[in-house]
Every structure is written in C-alpha cells, then in structure tokens.
C-alpha cells in the first residue's frame, strides 16, 4: 500500500512541478519525441525534487495515508452495505439460526461468534446487557467456529441442545466456560438436564453441518474473517463494541426505520 502511494505522490507532484512543465514544452517543440518518456537527467531532477518536498514535510505522508484509509473504509463499508442488502434474507430469515431477545423486534442484531474467543466472551454481557435494556431488539445467532477442532465441537452441541430447548442455555454457559470443549460440553449439557446421547447425535447430524458450513459462506461474503462481528440494522460491526456504542448503532438503524420512505 505504502509503495502504491509513493508513486501516486510522485506522479502527482511531478504533474505540478515547473519541470514538468517545462519538459512539455519541450515535447511540444520536438513533436518526434515519443510520447510520455521522460530522459533519465530530468527523472533524477525530478526525484530529487519530490525527495526533497517529503524530508523537509514528512507529515505530508502521514495526512495522506489516514486520507487513503478513510477511502478505504467507505469502499468496505458501500461493498458491506450492498453485501448485507443482497444476503439479508440469509441474515435474517433462516429458520435454522437461533434467535433471542424479542422475535418481533424492530431492529435485528446478528452476531458471529467463537465459543473459544476471547473478545466474544468478552462481549457477551454487553449484549446481554444490550436485550435487557432494549425489549425492542431482535439477536440472531451464527456460530462460526474459526479458532481450531475445539470450537467446532461446541457448536455442534449449541445447535443440538437447541433441539432440546436449550441453546440460549447451552449458548451462555459456553460463553462462561474457560474453555469451550469436548469436557465442558458434556459437563453443561449434564448440569442442563439435557438427553447426552441424543446430543451427541445430533451433533453429527448433516444438517448441521450445512447450517455451519451456510454461517461460513455468509460470513465470507460479507467479508468477515474474525470474532466476534455484528451485523447491526444496514451496519456491518466488527469487534467487540461496548455497550454505549451499541445502543447508539442501534439507536441511529431505528432512526432510519422511522424516516425511509413506506413500500406501498
């Protein structure tokens, strides 16, 4: 990136340089000159030039650099947007997915988590926090176990105590546990009261192993790649964001509810 930007400076600076100028005068008076060359003694004048204007202004590099990333950003964010409007039925609408807080709410908050992130277990009573206080929102839940053997087992077993009516259960206390694995599963789904032999099989079964592998086609399309990520309203979240930053996305999504136009 940092080599893209020193050329597009230099072709910049070189278009406004006096040399520049001067070397099109010339080419204009020596119409056999091929055109755009530039003779190696005035490339050295004008890198020396551009060398020159950066060591007496290096600032110069930093502005233009957080200039690029903000570009950067808005491009994720417009691909984002138009990600989320085209996989929005897949976000919201898979009868598969586990759902929590009010099902009839009228923001929706989806999240892809790991059972053995840390900054998703760090989250998880921020979001809590967050159904608790607002009983208008909607929590769609997509596991994406992207940390190793070990967070997929936990998975499984989510999905499949779900079968049983205790995902939101199983779900917190994996969240809790230290690690989430083959000994803390079993130990949950025992303290749960949960059917073990019916978990164990269900755990293997087919589908859900295609309702993780859809959780992963999702989340590569809308170019996530990392734990945990929010899908807010129209906003991609990625990270873990405190409590007040989120009331305050969800807060400005519900603002846009009340003032887009009605479909007829």
Known sequence: MIRNFRIGF????????????????????????KAGAIPAEQRRAFEGVIREYLLKNPAIIREAMQVLQAQEDAEKQAAAAQALKQYRPELLQNADSPVGGNPKGDITVVEFFDYNCGYCKRVAPTVSAVLNNDPNVRIVYKEFAILGPQSLVAARAAL????QGKYHEFHDAMMSAEQADGDSVTATARALGLDYEKLVKDMEDPKITEQLERNYRLATALGINGTPAFVIGDRLVPGAVDETTMMEIIAA????????????
């Open 160 to 163: 499949a105590a779900k079968r």
């Open 10 to 33: 230099v072709a910049a600076a070189l278009v406004c340089s006096p040399v520049f100028m001067q070397s099109v005068s010339a080419q204009d008076k020596a119409p056999a000159a």
């Open 253 to 264: 999504e519900r603002a846009k509810l009340k003032t887009a136009p009605k479909a007829n």
